[in-house]
């Protein structure tokens, strides 16, 4: 099955972006959707954004839209999502999550079979 690894979550101020990417392995995964989850403590699993397998379809949740960017490189069996204007909501565990085609660019979390084990984000005030 497909393996999820994602990287470059940290701790940054207020105002300040990041840069966070899932390393697919085991599998390619030009023909699958994949998507950013989050994950704040005593709060729900919230789907962030959702990208097609050829890149040409994204949604993205309404607390994200404009802030945000998801983007694949599938040459490289690689997801970003490019974190911009962070607010201290935007605090959490960040995972990445894969479904294959065909499949549906959808922000629901139990769409997805395949998960990372996550990547922390921390936005001070």
């Known amino acids: 099955q497909v393996q999820l690894v994602e990287s470059g979550g940290g701790a940054v101020q207020a105002g300040g972006s990041l840069r966070l990417s899932c390393a697919a392995s085991?599998?390619?995964?030009?023909?699958?959707?994949m998507g950013w989850f989050r994950q704040a403590p005593g709060n729900e699993r919230e789907g962030v954004a959702v990208?097609?397998?050829?890149?040409?379809?994204?949604r993205y949740a309404d607390s994200v839209k404009g802030r945000f960017t998801i983007s694949r490189d599938n040459t490289k069996n690689t997801l970003y999502l490019q974190m911009s204007s962070l607010k201290p909501e935007d605090t959490a565990m960040y995972y990445c999550?894969?479904?294959?085609?065909?499949?549906?660019?959808?922000?629901?979390?139990?769409?997805?079979?395949?998960w990372g084990q996550g990547t922390q984000v921390t936005v001070s005030s």
């Open positions: 999550a894969a479904q294959r085609a065909p499949c549906a660019v959808v922000l629901a979390g139990t769409y997805f079979r395949y």
């Open positions: 085991r599998y390619p995964v030009n023909n699958y959707c």
């Open positions: 990208i097609s397998p050829r890149g040409s379809s994204t």
